[in-house]
Every structure is written in C-alpha cells, then in structure tokens.
C-alpha cells in the first residue's frame, strides 16, 4: 500500500493523474475539536491500477498540485456524499473542485433510495461487504495502521467501479443531466461559506420580539466570528442554550448576565462575560428597521390538508415511476408550499423535476387530472380531455 509523503512523489502522481478521464477521490478528517475540518488524508485512484493515499501532515508537503488537479475541469472526479469533501477542500483553497459526480446523487436519481450509504451502494453494485471498522480510528496519529490504510484505499477502489455503473445507467435512462443540475448546487460556494451575519438563522428562537431577534442576530453573529477565529467548534464558546436564553433576557450587566443557564459569575466577569455584554448592547442599539422580522409558520388552512395527502401519493407514484428517491424531487415543506401557491419557488417547480412532478402535481392541484385504482393499479384520469 503507497502513502505519498514528499513532493516529488505527489507532483508525479498528480501529473499522471491529469492524464486520465476520470479519478475517484475520497478524504479523512477529523472536526471534533476544530470549528474546520482538518484534513487527514486524500485518497485517490485513476479508473485502473492501484489506489494511493496523499499525508497532507506530511512535513514540507504542498498540496498545490492537488488542488490544481481538483480545480481542472478535464478530469471528472467521483466523490460519494462529496458535500463535506468539497468543504474542506474550499477551506483550504477558495475554490471548489471542478467537474464532480457524486455517486450519493447519482444513485438516488436511479431509485437506490434517499441518501443511500457507501456500503450500502457497494453492496448492490458491487456485491462487495467492506470492512468499516477503521472508519472512527484517530486518523490524526501517525504512522497510520495497515488497517487505516486498507480501510482507507478500498473506498476508492471500489468507487470506480460504482462510477462506472451508474454513469452507464444514467446514460441508459438519459439522466445525466439530472445529476449535472445536481451539482451545480454542489459547486456553489455560497453552499460552503458560513457568514458570521447570518449564524443567527440556525438557531431556534422561542418568540418573535423584535428585541430579541436584534440581540440573537449580534450574539450569534460574534460567537460564529469567534469560532472561526480561534478555529474551536462553536460550543466549546457557548451552547445555542446560552444564546438563546441571553436573546430572550437581554442581560445588560454583569449580575444579570451571571444568572443566565451556562455562565456563572467567573465567565460573565471575565474577557467572554464583556464580550457578550458589547454584543447584547450592540442588538439593543440596532434599529428597528435593520431587525429582519420573524414571522412565524402559518399552519396549513384545513382545506389544504387533503390537497397536501393527495400530493404526497402522486409524489410516490411519481417516484416509483421513474424509480427515483421521493426525498430528491419534493420534501414535506415543499409539497406545503405547492399547495398554498401554484408559483412556490421551491426545487420541485425547477428543471427535471418540474419535468417529472411539478408539472402534473398543478395539474392534479386544479382538477385536470384525477387518481384513481384500476386492476390493482393506479391510473390518472385526464379530466380536461371529457
């Protein structure tokens, strides 16, 4: 088993690379202690011939040739759930890598299921059981185990021939251009950036005042900067709890700022307690017409709720039809949003699954088609042809 740990060996790999179609590409990292991912190893493999592994904590190592491979749009490379792949790579570089398929999508456009598993998909396609008993191992450590490798090195090997298989099908059912929508979503670098300004909208507020909105937005905003700063995931700062609380009571002192669940008279004193303090009256000082409002989900009228079902078993049908995952064309929220409105602008109504779905789910909507069972099946009935 190779391990590229200098500069001569990964330049002359990478340049072999380039001559090829296609290469599969998969990492190991760790996050658990880190606010970004810190890359552990790169595996890779051409579409034959033996897989290689690249130490990227290899002293005096420069991945530049790496990332320059990534970046070329003449290689297709083949990742499997490529989303956190492509992040640590964007974090590294400020670029995403170029001309990506992701088996994960591929697959589900072909009706192996909703997100299906790495192991789950080499076992169909490949008949092969892999061993993932090295997955969780501190891949931080070195030297790296005969079973790390192993472990490591076998995800893309039996990538390639996963990438095969479902590139011919795609082919087969022309839906390539499926997938290439797909990601295009994956490839956007808004998908990998994380805006301290806008770190407030992944928290759950428990009231809409706007008060609290202000102070949630400052709050949140300083402990996402923060954490990027200092490179710590954003807890070992302070829980979303914490947040949250500190938002709904604006403590605006030290004693008030003390009695707030997860703090405690040391932390409001101290350099995290003033902190805080500048932020909560950084929100209290924040204009009215600069806090964004909260409007809360409006349940959905009684009347939709059987327009909701009914849409929901076209999306089944639908999905069994074209033997893709139900979860790729329509979620829950969006059948929802369907149903208050004919222009929801939600992924459903856009491209091949506007072409698949979208299309006949308005029509069932308004009465020009109809479900019924016939013969154990069920049929549409076209009403706007009687």
Same mark, same amino acid.
């Given at each position: ?42 595996? *890779? ?29 003449? *290689?297709?490379? *083949? ?244 033997? *893709? ?62």
């Amino acid at each position: 088993m190779s391990i590229i740990s200098t500069q001569s060996a990964l330049d002359s790999l990478c340049q072999s690379l380039r001559q090829h179609p296609f290469i599969t590409i998969d990492t190991e990292f760790l996050r658990d202690k880190t606010y970004y991912p810190t890359l552990c190893l790169v595996q *890779v493999a051409p579409p034959e011939g033996e897989a290689l592994a690249i130490d990227p904590l290899a002293r005096d190592l420069d991945l530049t040739p790496l990332f320059d491979l990534l970046a070329d749009p003449a *290689v297709i490379k *083949v990742f499997h759930a490529a989303r956190q792949d492509l992040e640590i790579f964007f974090n590294l570089t400020g670029r995403i890598p170029q001309s990506i398929f992701d088996t994960q999508v591929a697959a589900m456009v072909l009706g192996y299921g909703d997100q299906i598993g790495y192991l789950n998909l080499v076992q169909d396609i490949c008949h092969k059981k892999l061993d993932k008993g090295a997955q969780f191992t501190d891949w931080s450590r070195r030297p790296l185990t005969e079973r790390q490798l192993h472990y490591a090195l076998d995800d893309v090997l039996w990538l390639r021939e996963v990438y095969v298989h479902l590139d011919r099908q795609l082919k087969q059912r022309n839906r390539t251009e499926w997938v290439l929508e797909e990601m295009g979503i994956l490839t956007t670098p808004d998908t990998y950036q994380n805006h301290p300004e806008e770190a407030w909208q992944r928290l759950k507020l428990r009231t809409d005042k706007p008060q609290a909105i202000a102070v949630l937005m400052e709050v949140a905003k300083w402990r996402e900067a923060e954490a990027q700063r200092r490179n710590i995931p954003r807890g070992r700062i302070l829980r979303d709890e914490t947040l949250l609380d500190i938002a709904v009571h604006a403590p605006q002192n030290v004693d008030e700022l003390k009695h707030i669940r997860g703090l405690g008279e040391d932390v409001a004193r101290g350099k995290l307690g003033q902190a805080l303090l500048h932020a909560i009256g950084a929100g209290l000082a924040m204009p009215k017409d600069q806090i964004p409002r909260q409007e809360r989900k409006k349940p959905l009228p009684q009347n939709l709720v059987p327009v909701v079902e009914m849409l929901k078993l076209l999306l089944r049908i639908v999905a069994s039809e074209n033997d *893709v995952a139900a979860r790729l064309i329509a979620s829950p929220e969006d059948l929802e949003a369907l149903a208050r409105a004919d222009n929801a602008d939600i992924p459903a109504m856009k491209g091949w699954r506007h072409d698949v779905f979208g299309r006949e789910a308005l029509d069932l909507k308004h009465g020009r088609i109809g479900l019924a069972v016939k013969g154990g099946e069920i049929i549409r009935k076209n009403f706007s042809e009687t």
